[in-house]
């Protein structure tokens, strides 16, 4: 797993900092949620050397553009110690100062393309080490001085030396966010090709496949990429090979997994028409994957980081539904347990990451609007009552509870009377009551459809006291709470109301 | 294909806004035949229709997830959250015009209504806690025929039930009331109707007349119940002017009757914030002529 075992462990050790670690996080996450706000949701990573435990920007020596200056001299004139010269650069490049010393400094590129692409090995690791180095800059200036190297770097991604395409596949993906330039010399250096071809050659070094997965996810998430990546990257063979790679190995870990997991996100939501990704068995293979991590879920198996991978196959499912038409949706999920998977994760992860329970039942909607047979599922299978408690559950989920609910309540007349049996009736009196404007319409919409459905419902409606519900709506501030409540006691419940009077009216 | 493309909205809970759908037409279904025809009556407000909502890569509702991956990007991943997210439940709200109140829990919103609107006064609108004293109130305060056979017999019940004793006075029953069961003298629900002060009556009284008029038009029996209304203690003649219309009068002669007094009230819309006073909520408030009389709304 991508150092999150080290973070724990890390956190373990400093047991007196912890407190510095938490607020230190809620600060970057508070900068990263305005960031994504103003749509500059940018991340890099840094691959670590083998020694390296953290990184650790305080160095023993501080340094200064004087070692800069002194570093790219030696390595100009010296013979055999360029290796060495060449590591205590990468280290001191670590520094966000000394990374723009050098990129102001004239010829220092070129003379590190050199040794990029020189004939000693070892000085070719350490150089792509700097330039990695300077790719996690984060002046978006640095980055277009790196342009030079680029082409090597891709020309690099098929050779055989596992860490160094690692160290190029990263330093390029770090590249990508930063200026439209960058991206557009990298298409046009086929950086697409030469990513497929990455994932195809070298399916089975699951480290590389990682790092050219994330590559890839940051070229999607660029703003120009639906009109300028995506078409192209559709096209290429890197769907096929990220749909290939979604089923996580066991040993390795979920890594490499959750970067094509991201892919498939962004290529998905960016395009209507997914019916190419369809084709490609997309939707059946993230169903499949959601509902055998669901199962691990359910079972205590939460493997750290496995929402990583949840989330975006979730979306991923949410948004290519789209795009399937409801006579293929039975072809396309082959697997029935979807809807049994989708509502054990929402309680799964209902206390510990609400957002992530919000999504899921958005799946769930999307799943039953136009099915009946996902609808009958969740009858049959008895998923509804675990639903209905989900009502009280504000900020997007009660609302789209109610949706799936009412997706069930449009199918069919005896659906309705189902609900009503396991006892939604009783819930609507209480949602009718709730102070979230949207709910309380919600709730008479289905009520309607519920009501008209069968006189059964809407004698149920009438002995729970329901009458005094719609009344009390009559004369509220919202014209389409007025206008339903009237509506439906007047139209329909106005005949169920003279039986209440006729047997209950006590004698004056 | 029913789907809709979701634009960024800044509340979560108002994410979903969709644009107009058409209905699917091609049911076999009863069901949607029906509800074909339903859709097709004009005034029909009901719009649900399902929907598949596709959301984009900047939605608001995919912010914590993103925010996840990235603190993963970044290394400041943590396994076990720290800081548990806290979960939002939705909270009650009294939806009766004019009443603002706002509760965490269904016992509380529940409370609050029993106390406070449930056994109201169609009269009156004055609200009382259970429904004996309701009854008991209807009986005191607006049923003309109490008012006379208290003249000569013992109508005034014990509040306190099980007593079962009757007075001939509203005062010997407080009286009884504070000697045998050690009620305090300020009873709030034992008022005579006196204390309520000639002015609050005669306001009432004409914003009774004025509700009529309006009303006239969209339910059956409210001029009849109005016009019952027992004259309170007839006072001069304001009583008079206002419960001018004897028991079938008509719905022109309460409209005369109305202007004659004063200016008439301008005309309410349809769906006044203002509950008028001739509806009454909840079980067991519809009582006496009301209910014998007229339908509910």
Redesign the interface.
Known sequence: M???NK??HK?GQQGGNLDEL?LK?RE??RA??QA?RD?Q?V???LLLNEDEEQ?DVSMDTAPGGHDIVSLLHKLQHSGTEKEAHLKALSKVLRDPSAQLTFIKHENSMHLLVGLLTGSNAQCRLQAVRCLHELSHSSHTNVAPACLPATPYLLTYLSGPSTKFTELCLYTLGNMCPDSDVVREKLLAQGIIPALASCIENQRHTLAVVEAAAFTLSQLL?ARDAPEKIIPIVLKSTLPSHLLSVLTPDPQFGLAPA?ECA?CLH?LI??T?DNKELLAQGALSQCSSLLVSLGGAVTEGNKE??I??LI??LL?CV??I??SC??EDLNAQLTDAHLPASLCALVQAY???????A??TV?VL??L???STEFCSALLTLNLVPGLIQL??????I???IL?IL??IA????EFCVQLMQLGLLSALC??L????Q???I?S???L??MT??SPVVAEEFVRQ?GL?LL???????A??????S??L?EKHLLSY??HI?VDN??D? | ???V?VLQVDR?????QPEALQLRTEGR???QE??LS?SEDG????????????????HE???????????????????E??D??A???????????GCSA?FSA?EE?EHHYNAL?RHVCCSCRRSLPSARLLDIHIQEWHDSLFTILAQKQDMYQCLVEGCGQTFRTNKHRKDHLIRIHKYPPDFRFDKTKKERGRETKRKEQKDAAMEVVDDVCESEGVCEVMCNSPSDEPEGGESMETHECEEKASAEDVLAAAQDTESTAPRKPQ?????PNT?C???GSVR??R??RG???
């Not at chain 1, 449009?410 to 007349?413: A, G, I, Q, T």
């Not at chain 2, 979560?12 to 979903?16: D, G, R, S, W, Y």
């Not at chain 2, 029909?44 to 900047?58: A, E, M, V, Y």
Request: glycine share 4%; proline share 5%.
């Open positions: 991508w150092r999150l973070v724990r956190a938490r996080r970057n996450e990263l949620r994504r749509r949701l991340s890099k990573r990184p998430q959750i991201w962004y939501c960016s209507d750290d980081g929402e990583l989330w975006p979306r949410g948004n539904l789209s038409p409801e209902l206390h510990t990451l609400p957002a992530l919000r999504e958005w909607n999307n039953t609007a136009h009502l009280p559950f504000s900020q997007g009660n609302t789209m949706r009412a997706n449009h199918k069919k007349k209480a949602t009551k709730m102070a979230d949207e709910m309380v919600q008479l919409d289905i309607f459809m008209v459905s006291d005094s009344e009390v709506l009559q004369y509220n501030g014209a389409e709470m007025r206008q339903r009237t509506y006691l109301q003279q009077t009216m006590p004056p | 294909m029913d789907t493309e979560k809970e108002a994410m979903l279904d009863e069901q029906r509800r339903e005034n029909n407000p009901f719009s649900f229709t399902p929907q598949i909502i596709r959301l984009h890569k900047d509702l995919f912010e914590d997830g993103d925010i996840h991956r990235h603190m993963y990007l970044q290394d400041l991943y943590i396994s959250a720290e548990k997210p979960l939002s439940v939705s909270e009650f709200a009294c939806h009766i015009s706002v269904l919103y609107h769906y006044s914030y203002r509950i509806v909520f909840g079980h006496g002529f209910g014998r339908r509910r709304k």
